[in-house]
Each structure stands twice: as C-alpha cells, then as structure tokens.
C-alpha cells in the first residue's frame, strides 16, 4: 500500500540536480576570475572565457568528493586545454595534462568547497612541472607558485534534465502543465523533487519539492510519476510518487497553490 505523506514543506529554487543512482553534472563557471605568467611572449593565457566541469556523483563518488572527470578551459588568445585524469588526494584535486601548449607537462590543481553543488566558489590552476618545454629544450621555471595559469569562479550547473513524467490539469480557466524531472535536487544539504509548472497566461518556474528521506538515502529512492487530484477544487492537490529503498513505492502530495506561490506564478 503506498504511504501517503501530506506536506506542507517550503518550496524554493532548484540549486543542484543528481541522479537518484548515479549523476553525470555539467557544470561552467560564472565570474570568472583568472590571472596568468607570461613566461613566452607568443603565448597569451589571460582572460579565461570559460571553464567547463564534468563530475559523475555516485554512491562511491559522493557529493564531498565526486569523481571529476573533465576539465576544460577555454582561453579567447589560446588554445582550448582539457585535464581528464584528475585524483582526490583528501584535500584537492590533482591532475596532469602531457603537451599542453609549448609544455611537456603541467601540474593541475582543482580546489572545491566541502561540497560540489550550484553557487559554489572553485579554483583550478596550472603550474610548470618540468624544466623544459618543446622549443629546443630551453629552460623554462620550475615552481609551484605562481601559477602558469588559474581561474576561479561560481559553479553553474548547466547539466540536461531527463522528464520524468508530465501531467495537465485545467485550472482557473487555464491550461497548468507539471513537468516531474528524473535527477533529484539538493538545496542546504536536502534532497528534494525537481519540478517545473508551466501555466498557460501566467508564466514558467522551477519549484524544488523537499523529499521526505535524508541526503544519505536519497540513491535509494527514483522518481516515477506526477498526478494531480481534486481538479474541479480550488485547491488541488499535486502527487509526487516515487519507488522507496525498500523496493515499494510512495507517495507525496502537495497543495498546488502553496506551489504556485512559491514558483511566483500566483
């Protein structure tokens, strides 16, 4: 029998989308702040225009530490350079990137709040490693600081989202659409349901739906459908349904018009 939970649970704008099983989370960089050495001067790595994140979060690849499978950095005066193999040491990232530009090797550094997510600030820097570079051999400086090149910015999740499901209802004389989005979200450490209501005259909003398991299950628990009862009320009721740890499935509801106020559409 499915467990209905009535919710009278705030609602606010989605921060941060992963899979219930697994995630792969596209991120870019907003204010970007970069700095660079100009050690050559036919190269010029000033002014990074965008910086391009890959992480997959999973349950041995958890938010305080997901797996960063790409970085890429984007550069207006330079060629574009990718880290693809970056390892968690405790503290940071760390990576190196072979033939970048005139060097034999660079160091990568990717520094990271205590957790991944939309709205943090990261930093990502490139150091010299060897003593040498790919023009005759010439020497170039072997340091750690300052670094060749860094940037720094807020993380901006820009990541696809996979529908779930979608229902319509007929509300005030209008046509509501409720879109139930796969990929679990995260605001303050608390999962919740990513739902986007689209209503005909009144406009478009992303809601976060708070979940009624904590963080540390959240891989348990899979989005599956939305519905919505009392139609003809005017308070209608919205019904989030999701399969449960324990292989069962559960229900959630919502009052549609606390939705609507939240997502500013009333």
Known sequence: ?????????????????????????NYELENISSGSQSYYPNLNLSDV????????????????????????????????????????NGTEYIGR???AWIYKSLLVRFSTPSMLREGEMVDIAFYIEEETNNLNNSSVPYSFTPALVDASGVLKDVSLRN??????IHYQGKDLIANLYQDLKIQQQNPGFDLN???LGHGTANVFIPAPFPIDSMYQNTVKSVAFS?????????????????????????????????????
């Open 1 to 25: 029998m499915k467990s209905l939970l009535a919710a009278s649970l705030a609602v606010g704008v989605t921060l941060f989308s992963m899979s219930s099983l697994a995630a792969t989370i």
């Open 49 to 88: 225009k965008n910086v391009n994140i890959t992480a997959n979060v999973n349950e041995s690849a958890p938010l305080d530490h997901p797996e960063i499978t790409s970085i890429e950095l984007v550069f207006p005066y330079a060629n574009s350079v990718s880290v693809t193999d970056l390892k968690f």
């Open 97 to 99: 990137i072979e033939d």
């Open 163 to 168: 529908l779930s499901d979608t229902e319509t």
């Open 197 to 199: 209501l689209n209503w």
């Open 230 to 266: 009392d139609e003809q009320t005017e308070s209608p009721i919205l019904h989030v349904i999701f399969s449960n740890s324990a292989g069962g499935t559960d229900e959630i509801q919502y009052d549609l018009n606390n939705l609507l106020m939240e997502g500013g559409l009333q």
